[in-house]
């Protein structure tokens, strides 16, 4: 033997034959107890509904990779635990490849092919490499613990407020003793590595290959000197090594055999969800299937897998806790909540060996692991959790599904009923008349031009909020007026259009949608029109994305970027500049749902208006607490509406002026809120329209009516 | 076990209606149709019976009317009805509440069930008498403006609740079968999901003629109607009036219209 090549990672020396077997024995089992625990899992992702998925493979496996190698998604809104959360990712997996490349080597490559590179050189920086990983994993979860244990962040508080303490699932105290057990067993692994590292040297110290090479594993050597001081000889060093090894390797199978069972599985499951997700979750809600006869989630089965999976990827983070709007009022409401007792219910009903029967499979009520209808209906839709969940967890569409349910069942509230059969009868939420639907273009000095008659180079869906409720009629009359004066040759629907039933989708009445898809896409066609552009963000919403499955494909863009185009071509000039001091709220629709943040703040910054964002903004915007149908439901009287602890927060800018929307949903809410949080008088809520007219003063004749 | 549930698709006015050429009704273009609200209620009482028995029970909806109607009963079909009977002839227009009536008993005869319910109204016409005058032409008993009833299927009697003027109540008993005239407010109609529509679609809906259910023309339409509509219109406008002037004269002007009113004009 050559002396490079005893330059090598010590493995089994000093054991028995019986003892090398003994360990082999515990390995495979604790491999196989992996493997049925894998299977069980995958067997209850099966049990689920089918779903095939659009894009391939490797594009999907590419963008997973490239989320979990930079653990971007883990570090938003909150950089320590992304640090920390890269030091433990990188550190394990590193001492994991070690681990593997060991296992490799000895138990195949040498015994089948006799090839050996373990060793020399090769093995000296790998051993650096590792013992460097390993204090990136320690400094990783110490922070954890430092995090979990003492910054006591509201995020990681397992209470739920759609329960009450003394309920048997209230704040689940053994998903905190599972967080602490995982924790504290990486790093009793991680730290015992190092002191058997240590022993072993003591114990080899006369060998000069291994002693002389020591400051290749620079922890371990200097963890060797310590022993060496504190009196530790060689043949305590060898009884330490022979007793450590041992307890370093079961832990460590331990933990592997558990993976399936236990939240370490998410180093599988959320890089799985991540493969999976749909970037257009709460965007484009999912078609009912022909085949399926009722509509919603009544059953856990009437989950697909993935959504399933999605359960298991959940890590209790509780980014989608903090970022919910309802749960911030105080609403029954967590989306972390939903999906960890959607977990429990499917790890009590589809792990075992048979599926039990359909009624203990109601995921809908109150009993531990269901879900109650007051949770569903608070929901706003608003998309602020599937956008912040780092392993992809798509919360929107699973709230849905299970409404859907509800709907079916006429489990909602009364107002609902009342709009939902309103919006069936007459096209729109405020029982108004069709007819009436274009009437507040008649106060304008010019008539809108009739999309069905004539052709049209932009067609407006104008939508209900801004066809029917009175203060936004006077917006949509300023909107007709600068797309006429900077030359549009624009159209309207009329009675032709109907509510484009972005709102109703997300209430879960899927039939009353299809009606009005249908009937809008119907309109379109009947028209001639190049482009289409709309006001509202939520009628952008399901227009853009979700009408092509209804045969509706059309390019369309929020008013926003219709505007800022007409300014950059000049057709539009801003005569008056406006020295307000503002901010501005990103509308869900707009924002979250559509990526448009910019082209609302390129115009405010046209205008001359100085902004200031408040903390809240932008991908983080908080929901004005209107969306998924919330509108036509009031909120209990006596709490925080989400639009009150916006106005709030808007309230703490010094110097604010002008709080500014560009959602008409968003000026009904908040200018109510502005006045029910007595901040009325402090500053206004105003349209982006209405500052736009304002830089522009009319001067023509055709001036709109005040 | 059979109900038999009265339905009637009313019409609502939309906004700058027109009265019919011939002066009698208002032009069909400015009318937007649904269920009758009263409808809704007598039709849940009827499946919530259906649901809380042991025994079956079918409930059946019926109703007059061209094939427009369909949409109502498609409604009435997805709330819970498994059956439903519309009854159409060109004779049958021009009729009044109590030519309906004579067709509604018509087919209770045919279908013979144990109760018959229906609206205590029509939110468009207002008779109030169509459930009560198909009573008498069944000879059956009858109880209107029912706001709370307890019966259980194949019972000889049932016993309910019914409204009166100034907040009295009668508890009734009456022998089945019986003709109930239901009031809103004694359930909660249940919401019918466009889903569950579209899927009524697929229950049947029996379209009878005058002959099937046993009537001449001459029992139907004008001829075989009591009342006849001679002419429908808009009253000459009212005297709202809109009072000028600041606070303290709009004052001033109203003390003296409840003064002229009071007869204490100065």
């Known amino acids: 033997m050559s002396r490079t090549d005893a330059v090598t990672r010590i493995l089994f020396e000093a054991f028995g034959a019986a003892e090398v077997r003994l360990f082999y024995v515990l390995g ?21 509904a089918a779903l095939t998925l659009e894009g391939g493979l490797w594009s999907r496996g590419g963008a997973m990779l490239v989320s979990v190698l930079n653990g971007r998604t883990v570090a938003r809104r909150d950089r320590g635990a992304g640090a920390a959360h890269r030091l433990i990712f990188y550190g394990f997996m590193l001492l994991f490849a070690g681990t593997a490349t060991i296992t490799l080597e000895y138990d195949i490559l040498e015994p089948l092919f006799g090839i050996r590179f373990w060793y020399g050189k090769f093995y000296l920086v790998f051993s650096l490499v590792l013992d460097v990983a390993g204090v990136a994993l320690i400094i990783g979860l110490v922070f954890m613990m430092y995090r979990r244990g003492w910054m006591r962040l509201p995020k990681l508080d397992y209470a739920r407020p759609d329960r009450v303490p003394g309920d048997p699932d209230f704040n689940r105290p053994q998903y905190r003793r599972e967080d ?39 922890v371990g050597a200097v963890v060797a000197e310590g022993l060496r001081a504190v009196g530790l000889g060689q043949q305590g060093g060898a ?31 959320a890089a799985a969800s991540l493969m999976v997700r749909d970037p257009l979750a709460a965007q484009r809600l999912p078609l009912i299937p022909k085949s399926q006869a009722e509509a919603g989630a009544a059953k856990i089965t009437d989950f697909n897998w993935k959504q399933l999976l999605n359960l298991d990827a959940c890590t209790k983070c509780g980014r989608c806790h903090e970022a919910c709007p309802a749960r911030a009022v105080g609403a029954p409401l967590s989306p972390r909540d939903v999906i960890l007792s959607l977990r429990e219910f499917a790890q009590a009903t589809l792990e075992s060996g048979a599926v039990p029967a359909a009624a203990e499979l109601d995921i809908h009520g109150k009993a531990p692991g269901q879900v109650a209808m007051e949770t569903l209906w608070s929901c706003r839709t608003c998309m602020a959790c599937v956008e912040i969940c780092p392993v992809a967890v798509e919360h929107v569409p699973i709230i849905v599904q299970m409404r859907r349910k509800l709907v079916e069942d006429g489990a909602m509230d009364p107002l609902l009923t009342k709009t939902l059969q309103t919006i069936h009868k007459t096209g729109n939420s405020f029982g108004e008349s069709k007819r009436k639907r274009g009437s507040w273009s008649k106060a304008l000095p010019f008539p809108v031009k009739d999309a069905r008659k004539e052709p049209v180079d932009v067609l407006w869906f104008v939508g209900d909020y801004a ?166 439901v009031p909120d209990p009287v006596g709490s925080e509406k989400p639009a009150q602890n916006r106005i709030k927060e808007a309230a703490a800018i010094p110097g604010l002026e002008v ?14 809120a502005l006045k029910t949080t007595g901040n009325e008088g402090k500053f206004v809520v ?18 709109v009516p005040a | 076990m059979k109900i038999l549930v009265a339905v009637k698709q009313v019409a609502a006015l939309d906004e700058d209606f027109e009265i019919r050429a011939d002066g009698r009704g208002i032009d069909p273009d400015f009318l937007i149709r649904d269920l009758n609200e009263w409808d809704d209620f007598s039709l849940e009482e009827a499946v919530k019976i259906k649901e809380a028995s042991a025994t079956p029970v079918e409930v059946v909806a019926v109703s007059v009317g061209s094939e427009e109607v369909d949409e109502s009963l498609r409604k009435c079909l997805a709330k819970g009805a498994d059956r439903a009977v519309r009854v159409w002839d060109e004779a049958i227009e021009g009729s009044d509440s109590i030519a309906i009536a004579r067709i509604l008993a018509a087919v209770a005869k045919r279908e013979a069930p144990q109760m018959l319910f229906a609206g205590v109204q029509s939110s468009d016409q207002s008779f109030a008498s169509t459930g009560i005058a198909a009573a008498a032409l069944l000879g059956w008993p009858h109880a209107a403006v029912v706001t709370q009833l307890t019966y259980s299927p194949e019972a000889k009697t049932a016993v309910l609740r019914r409204e009166l003027e100034g907040g009295l109540l009668h508890e009734v008993e009456i022998q089945c079968p019986a003709v109930l005239t239901i009031q ?34 001459a029992d139907v339409g004008e001829t075989g109607s009591l009342s006849r509509v001679r002419r429908m219109y808009v009253p000459d406008k009212g005297r709202a009036q809109l009072i000028a002037g600041d606070a303290a004269q709009q004052a001033v002007r109203l003390a003296d219209i409840i003064r002229e009113f009071k007869g204490t004009a100065a």
């Open chain 1, 180 to 218: 602490w057990a995982f924790l504290w067993l990486l790093l009793i692994i991680a730290v015992t590595g190092y002191v058997l590292e240590a022993a072993r040297l003591v114990w080899l110290q006369d060998r000069a290959e291994v002693w002389d090479t020591r400051w290749w594993s620079p």
């Open chain 1, 659 to 672: 709080y500014v929307v560009s959602c008409p949903k968003d000026l009904t809410m908040f200018e109510d």
């Open chain 2, 184 to 217: 809103l407010g004694i359930n909660t109609p249940r919401y019918a999901s466009l889903r569950s529509i579209k899927q009524a679609a697929a229950k049947p809906i029996e379209v009878l003629s005058l002959t099937d259910v046993a009537l001449g023309a």
């Open chain 1, 239 to 269: 009884v330490l090594r022979h007793g450590l090894w041992w307890f370093h390797g079961l832990i460590a199978l331990a933990l592997i055999a558990l993976i399936p069972r236990t939240k370490v599985k998410h180093i599988f499951t």
């Open chain 1, 467 to 632: 066809s029917f409720d009175p203060r936004n009629q006077k917006v949509s009359q300023v909107f007709a007026s600068l797309l006429r004066e900077a030359g549009v040759d624009f159209g309207i629907l009329y009675d032709g259009e109907s509510n484009a039933g972005n709102d109703v989708r997300r209430v879960g009445e899927e039939g009353l949608y299809e009606v009005l898809a249908t009937a809008n896409v119907g309109a379109l066609a009947s028209a001639k029109f190049k482009s289409v552009v709309t006001t509202d963000p939520h009628s952008f919403n399901t227009i853009r994305n979700e009408y092509p499955d209804f045969g509706g494909k059309y390019q369309i863009e929020h008013y926003t970027t219709l505007l800022r185009q007409l300014f950059a071509q000049d057709r539009l000039r801003v005569t008056h500049p406006l020295k307000y001091r503002v901010t501005f709220h990103d509308p869900c629709h707009l924002g979250r749902f559509n990526k448009g943040y910019d082209a609302p703040r390129d115009l405010l910054a046209l205008l001359g208006c100085e902004l200031i964002e408040m903390g809240r903004c932008k991908a983080n915007s908080f929901c004005c607490g209107a969306g998924g149908g919330r509108i036509w």
């Open chain 1, 686 to 703: 105003k349209e982006l329209i209405e500052l736009i007219r304002e830089a522009i003063p009319v001067q023509r004749a055709e001036a």
């Open chain 1, 28 to 48: 495979y089992t604790a491999i196989a107890v992996f493997c049925y625990g894998v299977y069980v899992q995958i067997r209850k992702y099966r049990r689920g």
